[in-house]
């Protein structure tokens, strides 16, 4: 694994262990910033959809920093079909900047400047992937 990808990785596992599941943080930053998002999730009252979007996120990362496998492929049709609910793709690429600064946030002292440099690199690979 590349220096990138090792930071990635240790940034993911520092918010797992000091946070857990970060899905509700997320959401909530990302509301914050962007409140008419949340309407797009009105009949998400249990929350699942932004579940599985946080984790099909941490299987792109996975994948991203591992194989890539399937990373590109999937951003391209996920990026389509938000297309298909009004989500255009600076917003779409916005989420990712939410997830970002959300982990930078829960870390705090121990967020790193090789971990900024390492998600801002892939952040761009993501927004290329259209």
Known sequence: ?????????????LVAELHGDPTERIYGALFGARPELEELFI???D??????MVQYLFDCIDDYVGDQNFVA????????QH?????????FDEFFVV???TFKSILGARWTDDMNA????????FAKMA
């Open 47 to 52: 929350s699942g959809v932004r579940g599985s």
């Open 118 to 125: 390492a998600w801002d690199a892939m952040l761009d690979d």
């Open 99 to 101: 997830v970002r600064d």
């Open 1 to 13: 694994m590349s220096s990138q990808g090792e930071n990635i990785s240790k940034s993911l596992e």
């Open 43 to 45: 009949l998400d009252v």
């Open 83 to 91: 297309d298909g609910y009004g989500v255009p793709d600076d917003l």
């Open 73 to 80: 492929n999937f951003m391209i049709s996920t990026r389509s």
